[in-house]
T-cell receptor
Framework: AQSVTQPDIHITVSEGASLELRCNYS??????LFWYVQSPGQGLQLLLK??????LVQGIKGFEAEFKRSQSSFNLRKPSVHWSDAAEYFC????????????FGTGTLLAVQP | DAGVIQSPRHEVTEMGQEVTLRCKPI?????LFWYRQTMMRGLELLIY????????DSGMPEDRFSAKMPNASFSTLKIQPSEPRDSAVYFC??????????????FGPGTRLTVT
């Protein structure tokens, strides 16, 4: 079965600084990978996804993520963080095959300092 | 489209009472998912439907939980009887296609359930 780990529970960055949120997965083959963002009191919104092809994926709001098979990672990056990026970020993994289930990580809460 | 609609947004009930959460997926979406989010366990998939048929309910915690989808535009998640440990935020999500195709899940705003 697949699993996903987000090692950082809470991260604080200064506005304008770069950001990298870590995500590691466990799966026997190449999985489907996703990053979602949850603003306070809201549902989750998809930022980006990786299915195949180019390992560097561009998403909404200036985010990108890179799939690294050798490291079983799918880290989320943004070159310059805005105060509005403060939210909780979830990495998720889906197994190829008949199932349509996503397994979510425990989330990383991002705080942005002015 | 108005997105995924959930009601109520907040529910406070006493232990032992029946609770019904409601969801209207995005029109045309074939998949509907129910999730539960808690601090301790994170975001867990409870059950999902495809074309109104329950496909995988392995995440439903126990027999007190049941879910139905009588038509393509409506689903319910029922807890009977409710217990304090059921307190959580319950999300409904829908998607147009399955995981093997494109698969973006659209989440509703959630129902915050408090059982006292």
């Amino acid at each position: 079965a697949q699993s996903v780990t987000q090692p950082d529970i809470h991260i604080t960055v200064s506005e304008g600084a770069s950001l990298e949120l870590r995500c590691n997965y466990s799966y026997g083959a190449t999985p489907y990978l996703f990053w979602y963002v949850q603003s306070p009191g809201q549902g989750l919104q998809l930022l980006l996804k990786y299915f195949s092809g180019d390992t560097l994926v561009q998403g909404i709001k200036g985010f990108e993520a890179e799939f690294k098979r050798s490291q079983s990672s799918f880290n989320l990056r943004k070159p310059s963080v805005h105060w509005s990026d403060a939210a909780e970020y979830f990495c998720a993994v889906g197994a190829r095959g008949a199932t349509n289930k996503l397994i979510f990580g425990t989330g990383t809460l991002l705080a942005v300092q002015p | 489209d108005a997105g995924v609609i959930q009601s109520p947004r907040h529910e406070v009930t006493e232990m032992g009472q029946e609770v019904t959460l409601r969801c209207k997926p995005i029109s045309g979406h074939d998949y509907l998912f129910w999730y539960r989010q808690t601090m301790m366990r994170g975001l867990e998939l409870l059950i999902y439907f495809n074309n109104n048929v329950p496909i995988d309910d392995s995440g439903m915690p126990e027999d007190r939980f049941s879910a139905k989808m009588p038509n393509a535009s409506f689903s319910t998640l029922k807890i009977q009887p409710s217990e304090p440990r059921d307190s959580a935020v319950y999300f409904c999500a829908s998607s147009l296609e399955g995981l093997a195709v494109s698969y973006e899940q659209y989440f509703g705003p959630g129902t915050r359930l408090t059982v006292t």
